[in-house]
Nanobody
Framework: QVQLMESGGGLVQAGGSLNLSCVAS?????????MGWYRQASGRQRELVAS???????IYRDSDKGRFTVSRDNADNTLYLQMTRLEPEDTAVYFC?????????WGQGTQVTVSS
């Protein structure tokens, strides 16, 4: 019943910004402590972009620190990813996920394309 729905992807020029959102629905009495953003570029493996706990502890890729900011609103079960100074290498399908749930829950993904 738990579903994650991403939004905010699109086409942006290099150096630009993009904000992604992920709404969790159907959670019932399930509180998702750990959530994260992942991405998968064509021909590459899925990788972690950023994660956050309910206590707002965050994890970022070293290369993304200072460019990406992950946040969450526990009241409305929404996860956010603010991306700035985007580069063509950031082009990928971005997924939000609750990977520690059993079974793990993944969104369908939103395409982010950064043009040079």
């Amino acid at each position: 019943q738990v579903q994650l729905m991403e939004s905010g992807g699109g086409l942006v020029q290099a150096g630009g910004s993009l904000n992604l959102s992920c709404v969790a629905s159907g959670t019932g009495n399930i509180f998702i402590n750990f959530m994260g953003w992942y991405r998968q570029a064509s021909g590459r493996q899925r990788e972690l972009v950023a994660s956050i706990t309910s206590s707002t502890s965050t994890i970022y890729r070293d290369s993304d620190k200072g460019r990406f900011t992950v946040s969450r609103d526990n009241a409305d079960n929404t996860l956010y990813l603010q991306m700035t100074r985007l580069e063509p290498e950031d082009t990928a399908v971005y997924f939000c996920a609750a990977p520690l749930l059993r079974p793990p829950i993944w969104g369908q993904g939103t395409q982010v394309t950064v043009s040079s």
